[in-house]
C-alpha cells in the first residue's frame, strides 16, 4: 500500500489533554490520551473518547518546566488497522490530527525537548 507522508515521523509516547467540543453538550471538554508518534504536520494518538472527522482540537503535552506545549489541529481520521492499536485496551480508539499549522524542523526538535517523555 502507497502511503501519502509529507513528514518522517518520531515515535512519541507521552500523556495528552486534548479540548474538544463534545457533539452532545455543545461545550468544550477536557479529553485524555496518549501520544503514538508525532511528525511535523501531525501526530497519532489514542484516546477512550469519541471524535468525529475534522474535529478541532486543542492538544497539550506535559512539560518539564510548567509552561505550555501545545498544538491545534483537525481530527483526519479514526485509524482502526494502526499496528498500535494491537497494543491498547479495547476501548482506545487511534486517531490521525492534522495540525493547522506546519511545524519546521526547529519547532519540532524544541516541543520535543520541553515535553516530558514517559
Wanted: glycine content about 6%; overall charge neutral.
Amino acid at each position: 500500500m502507497f502511503e501519502k507522508r509529507k513528514f518522517a515521523r518520531y515515535k512519541f509516547t507521552v500523556p495528552l489533554k486534548v479540548w474538544a467540543v463534545s457533539p452532545h453538550l455543545k461545550k468544550e471538554i477536557q479529553y485524555h490520551g496518549e501520544t503514538i508518534n508525532i511528525s511535523r504536520g501531525g501526530m497519532l494518538f489514542a484516546s477512550i473518547a469519541v471524535f468525529g472527522e475534522k474535529t478541532d482540537c486543542h492538544v497539550e503535552f506535559p512539560s518539564e518546566h510548567g509552561e505550555q506545549v501545545s498544538r491545534v489541529g483537525s481530527v483526519l481520521r479514526t485509524v482502526p488497522d494502526a499496528p498500535e492499536k494491537k497494543k491498547l485496551p479495547p476501548e482506545m480508539k487511534v486517531y490521525a490530527l492534522q495540525f493547522n499549522e506546519t511545524m519546521d524542523e526547529t519547532e519540532l526538535e524544541s516541543l520535543l525537548n520541553q515535553v516530558i517523555l514517559v
